[in-house]
Nanobody
């Protein structure tokens, strides 16, 4: 059974940077496209970034474009989200998820198959 574990969240000041990671076990990361999502208190879960199985195609939500970078290392079964110029509105629990179509860099939440437990990112003003 595929499992995902996120890490690297924490408290950071506005304008700062943070990198969160997601390690997949019980399978091969290269079988999946991957997505990062976030959910702030009282809000719905939203798409943040997606990456194809090979790492050659990425997609970003408009709210993070130019500030966040998604990447992956299939040899380490790990996907990353580098976040820069963080804003208080980036505060949320960040989740990674697998998409069964290896080229899909963005899809409806219901399309994503396996999810991690999330890591909290808090940006103070």
């Amino acid at each position: 059974q595929v499992q995902l574990v996120e890490s690297g969240g924490g408290l950071v000041q506005a304008g700062g940077s943070l990198r969160v990671s997601c390690v997949l076990s019980g399978g091969s990361l290269s079988s999946y496209a991957m997505g990062w999502f976030r959910q702030a208190p009282g809000k719905e879960r939203e798409f943040v970034a997606g990456i194809s199985w090979s790492g050659t195609t990425m997609n970003y939500a408009d709210s993070v474009k130019g500030r966040f970078t998604i990447s992956r290392d299939n040899a380490k079964n790990t996907v990353y989200l580098q976040m820069k110029s963080l804003k208080p509105e980036d505060t949320a629990v960040y989740y990674c998820a697998t998409h069964p179509h290896p080229y899909k860099v963005m899809g409806a939440i219901s399309e994503y198959e396996f999810w991690g437990q999330g890591t909290q990112v808090t940006v103070s003003s």
